[in-house]
């Protein structure tokens, strides 16, 4: 973690004076961190998932590797790819039952020659055994996550950490570099809670009814100890809920209303005591052993043939759906089966600061990591592609160029890009929907229409808007009044500080 100084002093609560409190960190001091032996940490270029198999198949034979795959489609493909090949392979993602998990988990750590091929589930939590090997497909998304998986080896006396990087793609590649530039810097995310949680707020609130029955409606603020979000910025949340019926009032006293029972009452209001969602999936079965669950996309789509399903890192065809139950039912055959989970939303956004070293790699930086000749060329020629969109002394406003748009290559990040789009109502282009590296402008905006409006957008940056449908998934925004819940979900697609770093740099204008 990237700041465990305000990490501590929150986990001192609100008498830290009175408690004691150290960091306990090796090597905290030193300049650059501890980085592993060269070679123990590789990057290679493969090309594709296909290719990524054979690589595997053919190295550390004998020896216990873990793969980490950045979605649960790609774990299944590479999984069955690898079993194809011979290879004694296991699967682990949240979309396996948990006794698919567990067994899996088991075979691997008594085996010897084998392969489990994972998300970041196994990134923390049980311990698979002795390993011998991590292998990662592409890149994590931040520093952290690959801290994790790094530890996961060298915990053998005499054995070392080492992990290789296999990009199926140039934009991986990147991604990787990226990564592990930022790592021998000894730069790692800070942990930061999420910003301005109105809508846990409203479920606090609710669930703190439910728990005592009643509550005085001058004394609830109480039970969080003066903690920001449930202070008196709350007030505005707690009028809402008496106002819409979600909490009913008797005297000064506060219960759970007939609003917050239709919406939430639902198996004793189990709804209201977790705050995450989960998209809705349909449970695979085969007999009565649940293997896990899929996307109903996958059940609707229209195929040509029989409808067949790959979970498990094996091959499934449906027999029968039960709809109103989300069950679906299956028996094995060779071949033909597709993964499909829904989208991950911003999860997969880069960072600012990872975006930045993405640029500083294009511009010459190398992380010094061995690379296989196959990952020189491959990031020669991404260095190439790119020239035109970096520079060492600016940013880069490119009118032409790889498409017919006006380009600005901020390389600040999804969050600080969506917050310069909404700040830059009067250049940028309505119709966009930012990236990673770049914000697209107006076809007609010129070098003097972009002074004025970069100096507006420095002295007030705006928010992005939000989708009126995204509000839909803002567990408990119901709980909110609207102008509320669309400020929370503004406030969590932002990264004001992104966009002000940006805004203060030099811009170069050319044409492709």
Not at 150 to 155: A, I, S, V
Not at 347 to 366: F, H, I, Q, W
Not at 367 to 394: C, F, I, K, M
Request: aromatic share 6%.
């Amino acid at each position: 973690m990237g700041n465990p100084e305000q990490l501590l002093t929150w986990l001192q609560g609100a008498r830290a004076e009175q408690r004691a409190a150290r960091i306990v960190a090796p090597h905290r001091d030193e300049k650059a961190p501890e980085l592993p032996p060269p070679g123990d940490v590789q990057l290679d270029y493969v090309g594709s998932l296909a290719n990524a198999a054979t690589v595997i198949t053919a190295l550390h034979r004998g020896e216990k590797r873990l793969v980490f795959c950045e979605s649960r489609k790609e774990v299944e493909e590479l999984g069955a790819a690898l079993r194809a090949k011979g290879v004694t392979t296991f699967l682990s993602h949240a979309s396996l039952s948990a006794d698919e998990r567990r067994r899996a988990e088991e075979a691997f750590a008594e085996a010897r020659d084998c392969v489990i091929v994972s998300t970041s589930t196994l990134e923390l939590g049980i311990d698979v055994g002795d390993l011998d090997r991590v292998v990662q497909i592409d890149a994590p998304s931040t520093v952290a996550s690959f801290l994790q998986r790094l530890g996961r080896t060298g915990r053998r006396p005499g054995s070392i950490r080492n992990c290789l990087f296999l990009a199926t793609d140039e934009a991986g590649l990147l991604s990787a570099a990226a990564l592990l530039l930022l790592w021998s810097h000894g730069w790692v995310e800070p942990v930061v809670p999420p910003p301005e949680p109105r809508h846990i707020a409203a479920q606090q609130m609710l669930a703190l009814c439910l728990q005592e029955h009643r509550v005085g409606d001058r004394l609830w603020q109480e039970w969080w100890g003066g903690l920001g979000p449930f202070g008196p910025s709350a007030e505005p949340i707690m009028r809402h809920l008496v106002d819409q019926g979600f909490l009913d009032r008797d005297g000064e006293l506060l219960f759970i209303g007939p609003e917050a029972e239709q919406r939430f009452g639902y198996r004793h209001f189990m709804d209201l005591t977790a705050v995450f969602t989960a998209a809705p999936e349909f449970t695979v079965l085969s007999g009565r052993s649940e293997i896990g669950t899929t996307d109903p996309a996958l059940l609707t789509d229209e195929v040509v043939g029989p409808r067949r399903l790959l979970l498990a890192g094996r091959n499934w065809q449906v027999t029968y759906v039960d709809w109103s139950r989300r069950r679906c039912f299956v028996e094995p055959v060779e071949s033909g089966g597709r993964a499909r989970w829904g989208g991950v939303g911003l999860a997969r956004a880069s960072s600012y600061g990872l975006t930045r070293a993405a640029r500083d790699v294009l511009l010459g930086s190398t992380p010094p990591v061995a690379l296989t000749r196959r990952a020189e060329g491959a990031l020669a020629r991404v260095r190439d592609e790119n020239a035109e969109v970096v520079r060492h002394d600016s940013t880069v406003i490119v009118r032409g160029g790889r498409d017919t748009n006006v380009r600005w290559w901020t390389w600040a990040g999804h969050r600080a890009n969506a917050t310069l789009a909404a700040s830059l109502s009067t250049v940028a282009d309505p119709l966009q929907r930012p990236t990673d590296t770049s914000v697209r402008l107006r076809e007609d905006v010129t070098p003097q229409d972009w002074k004025r409006a970069a100096a507006d957008a420095v002295d007030g940056l705006c928010l992005p808007s939000v989708d009126p449908r995204a509000l839909a998934g803002l567990k408990f925004g119901a709980a909110l009044p609207p102008r509320l819940a669309e400020a929370t979900l503004a406030a969590r697609t932002a990264d004001l500080e992104g966009a002000a770093a940006s805004l203060r740099e030099a811009v170069t204008f050319t044409v492709s």
